[in-house]
C-alpha cells in the first residue's frame, strides 16, 4: 500500500552533476527519516545520506561537500543533490524511508526499486 519511486539516476561524465528523486504514494501517516543508500556488486549496502523530518542531516565521509539530502514534506518526497561526481560513486542507489502507514499505523522502513549512476568518461 506504500511505494517509493525513485527517478534521476543516468551516466554522467566526472565532475558532473545529477539529482536523484524518490517520491512516497500510498497509505501514509507520517513519514520520519529519509535516507540515500548505494551498494556496489559484492558490497554492503551502506548509507549515503540521511535527513530526519526536522532537516538534520547526516553523510558519509565520502560525499561530504559534494552531496547534498533534502526533503519535502508536502510532497513526500526526497532529494539527492550530487555534484563533482567521481567514477568511486557508480553503483546502484536506493532511497529509504521510516514511515507509518495509515494501514494497521505499523511503523516501518519502506525501499525503492533502485536507480543505476554511472560516472565515467
Known amino acids: 500500500q506504500v511505494q517509493l519511486v525513485e527517478s534521476g539516476g543516468g551516466l554522467v561524465q566526472p565532475g558532473g552533476s545529477l539529482r536523484l528523486s524518490c517520491a512516497a504514494s500510498?497509505?501514509?501517516?507520517?513519514?520520519?527519516?529519509m535516507g540515500w543508500y548505494r551498494q556496489a556488486p559484492g558490497k554492503q549496502r551502506e548509507l549515503v545520506a540521511n535527513?530526519?523530518?526536522?532537516?538534520?542531516?547526516n553523510y558519509a565521509d565520502s560525499v561530504k561537500g559534494r552531496f547534498t539530502i533534502s526533503r519535502d514534506n508536502n510532497k513526500n518526497t526526497v532529494y539527492l543533490q550530487m555534484n563533482s561526481l567521481k567514477p568511486e560513486d557508480t553503483t546502484v542507489y536506493y532511497c529509504?524511508?521510516?514511515?507509518?502507514?495509515?494501514?494497521?499505523?505499523?511503523?516501518?522502513?519502506?525501499w525503492g526499486q533502485g536507480t543505476q549512476v554511472t560516472v565515467s568518461s
Open positions: 529509504c524511508m521510516d514511515l507509518i502507514s495509515t494501514f494497521g499505523f505499523t511503523r516501518r522502513k519502506y
Open positions: 500510498g497509505s501514509i501517516f507520517r513519514i520520519y527519516d
Open positions: 535527513i530526519t523530518r526536522d532537516g538534520i542531516t
